[in-house]
């Protein structure tokens, strides 16, 4: 059963925590993403990885970090660093990167709550 | 920055109607493609268009391009009540960048 895990579905965080958001994919694509969306805002793009050992900040990366150890795995931080973090969060993947024409396979999101 | 922007925000119509979702977008482009989110889930890829096509069929979905405009438009025929729903564009621009940028979105309402 091929795809993209994210875990948890919901999380909650109390002011100055750090908390990390999973994504997980079994279907052997190089390129990672992380996006943010809040109501009538769209996606905004936190980071995103084309390969293993390498990632680049997106337009939002103030106040979040990641790691991209594995090919299956790229892990995002809210840090306390983070002023508004209470919003959906959506990890994705694709075969590629988008110079190669290649859709992008999204997770079901984590909505992050902070009380 | 988010490089389409979808039009209307919103649009409301009976089953049995088209619907017509339009996306401006600003640089070039290597493709654009559009997504559909049911609420609180995750995004599901529609359909891609590259930038050298000028359009595309998937079942009662059609995406035109117009490069010389920079806009694309997704049509629904005959639409039902489960595609109720928000729908994306999303660019990949021309140049190097690996990025997939998506606008704010259209949300469809399909009335019974």
């Known amino acids: 059963d091929g795809g993209i895990t994210q875990s948890p579905k919901y999380l909650f965080r109390k002011e100055g925590q750090n908390v990390t958001l999973s994504c997980e994919q079994n279907?052997?694509?190089?390129?990672m993403y992380w996006y943010r969306q809040d109501p009538g805002q769209g996606l905004r793009l936190i980071y995103y990885?084309?390969?293993?050992?390498?990632?680049q900040k997106g337009d939002i990366a103030e106040g979040y970090s990641v790691s991209r150890e594995k090919k299956e795995s790229f892990p995002l931080t809210v840090t306390s660093a983070q002023k508004n973090p209470t919003a959906f969060y959506l990890c994705?993947?694709?075969?590629?990167?988008?110079?190669?024409?290649?859709?992008?396979?999204f997770g079901q999101g984590t909505r992050l709550t902070v009380v | 920055s988010q490089q389409g922007e979808e039009d209307p925000q919103a649009l409301s119509i009976q089953e049995g109607e088209n619907a017509t979702m339009n996306c401006s977008y600003k640089t070039s482009i290597n493709n654009l493609q559009w997504y559909r989110q049911n609420s609180g889930r995750g995004l599901v890829h529609l359909i891609l268009i590259r930038s050298n096509e000028r359009e595309k069929h998937s079942g009662r979905l059609r995406v035109t391009l117009d490069t010389s405009k920079k806009s694309s438009s997704l049509l629904i025929t005959a639409s039902r009540a489960a595609d109720t729903a928000s729908y994306f564009c999303a660019t990949a621009s021309r140049g190097g960048s690996e990025k997939l940028v998506f606008g704010k979105g259209t949300k469809l309402t399909v009335n019974p």
């Open positions: 990885s084309q390969i293993v050992n390498d990632f």
């Open positions: 994705a993947s694709s075969i590629g990167g988008q110079t190669m024409n290649t859709e992008a396979f």
């Open positions: 279907l052997n694509h190089d390129a």
